[in-house]
């Protein structure tokens, strides 16, 4: 029932021809062309086995600690020729967990690398097939005929790129908010004069933190990679503070010719991509009589 879930079964009932289940242990919210079942995957009652007995297809779309539970109670009762698919934005730890359970069915990782408000169309998922065949391959072919371009890591690469993608990125944008609110940032005023980076930067934040935390919890605390990545930006901070902490200007210089290299071997011109993001109309002021 979270917002990856809808993405899929609203995506699954458009496609037509399925029989479709959604199994929460919240009541699950009515759609139309589903079955709500209120039950806890990772407890499932007797019914809910044998409906996992008989399906084609199963997609935990949950937390991590969910979707370890749950596939340990239920991964050995889905029968040969079905699929389960996992929509975890980490993977090694699961991996680890799927090698000590008893399977015959087909896994798929599967990572949409967006907010699943924006669908599928032009955005890019990555697919970590754990123990894949015919099953994974329709799966990913129906996910590229959504308009999405797939990409296949096993589950270190998958990690280890995420840490970059997401946990880098994240926790540079979450630090930025951190530091504003500790310098007593009054955006009310700052706003009517902030300049195009700065506005960007603070639309990132608000766009996280409009989102379920549990989301972006996971990506900083399950990660094996992630402390390492944190612990990088940090030392970063230090290494920009010695570089202009003195009146010799070489060492940011150095500094700016070193970040230059970073797009020597990208197809994407960034420069012309930031303009075009700048290239916004100026925020409206609000109306004040607005509560």
Same mark, same amino acid.
């Given at each position: 029932?979270?917002?990856?879930?809808?993405?899929?079964?609203?995506?699954?009932?458009?496609?037509?021809?399925?029989?479709?289940?959604?199994?929460?242990?919240?009541?699950?919210?009515?759609?139309?062309?589903?079955?709500?079942?209120?039950?806890?995957?990772? *407890?499932?009652?007797?019914?809910?086995? *044998?409906?996992?007995?008989?399906?084609?297809?199963?997609?935990?779309?949950?937390?991590?600690? /969910?979707?370890?539970?749950?596939?340990?109670?239920?991964?050995?009762?889905?029968?040969?020729?079905?699929?389960?698919?996992?929509?975890?934005?980490?993977?090694? *730890?699961?991996?680890?967990?799927?090698?000590?359970?008893?399977?015959?069915?087909? /896994?798929?990782?599967?990572?949409?690398?967006?907010?699943?408000?924006?669908?599928?169309?032009?955005?890019? /998922?990555?697919?970590?097939?754990?123990?894949?065949?015919?099953?994974?391959?329709?799966?990913?072919?129906?996910?590229?005929?959504?308009?999405?371009?797939?990409?296949?890591?096993?589950?270190?690469?998958?990690?280890?790129?995420?840490?970059?993608?997401?946990?880098?990125?994240?926790?540079?944008?979450?630090?930025?908010? /951190?530091?504003?609110?500790?310098?007593?940032?009054?955006?009310?005023?700052?706003?009517?004069?902030?300049?195009?980076?700065?506005?960007?930067?603070?639309?990132?934040?608000?766009?996280?933190?409009?989102?379920?935390?549990?989301?972006?919890?996971?990506?900083?605390?399950?990660?094996?990679?992630?402390?390492?990545?944190?612990?990088?930006?940090?030392?970063?901070?230090?290494?920009?503070?010695?570089?202009?902490?003195?009146?010799?200007?070489?060492?940011?210089?150095?500094?700016?010719?070193?970040?230059?290299?970073?797009?020597?071997?990208?197809?994407?011109?960034?420069?012309?991509?930031?303009?075009?993001?700048?290239?916004?109309?100026?925020?409206?002021?609000?109306?004040?009589?607005?509560?």
């Amino acid at each position: 029932s979270g917002a990856v879930g809808a993405l899929l079964v609203d995506s699954l009932v458009a496609a037509g021809g399925a029989t479709l289940h959604v199994v929460d242990r919240r009541s699950p919210a009515s759609r139309s062309g589903v079955t709500p079942i209120h039950d806890d995957i990772c *407890r499932p009652s007797d019914s809910t086995l *044998r409906l996992i007995e008989t399906t084609e297809l199963v997609i935990l779309a949950t937390p991590e600690h /969910v979707a370890i539970e749950g596939v340990r109670a239920f991964l050995p009762r889905m029968k040969q020729g079905s699929l389960l698919v996992d929509t975890l934005s980490v993977k090694s *730890r699961f991996a680890k967990a799927l090698a000590t359970v008893h399977r015959r069915a087909e /896994v798929l990782g599967i990572n949409p690398m967006f907010a699943p408000s924006l669908g599928f169309a032009g955005r890019s /998922v990555v697919a970590v097939p754990y123990a894949a065949g015919d099953l994974a391959e329709a799966f990913l072919d129906f996910i590229c005929s959504e308009g999405a371009s797939v990409m296949r890591l096993n589950a270190e690469e998958h990690d280890r790129a995420c840490a970059a993608l997401q946990v880098a990125t994240h926790a540079a944008v979450l630090s930025f908010g /951190v530091a504003l609110r500790a310098a007593g940032y009054d955006l009310a005023a700052a706003e009517k004069i902030a300049p195009p980076p700065h506005r960007t930067m603070l639309a990132l934040l608000a766009r996280i933190l409009s989102a379920d935390p549990e989301v972006y919890r996971d990506i900083q605390a399950a990660n094996p990679f992630a402390a390492e990545m944190r612990a990088q930006l940090a030392a970063a901070l230090r290494h920009l503070d010695a570089a202009v902490g003195s009146d010799d200007a070489e060492p940011f210089h150095r500094l700016i010719g070193e970040l230059r290299s970073l797009f020597d071997d990208t197809s994407t011109n960034y420069a012309a991509l930031c303009a075009r993001l700048f290239d916004v109309d100026p925020i409206a002021p609000r109306d004040r009589s607005e509560s």
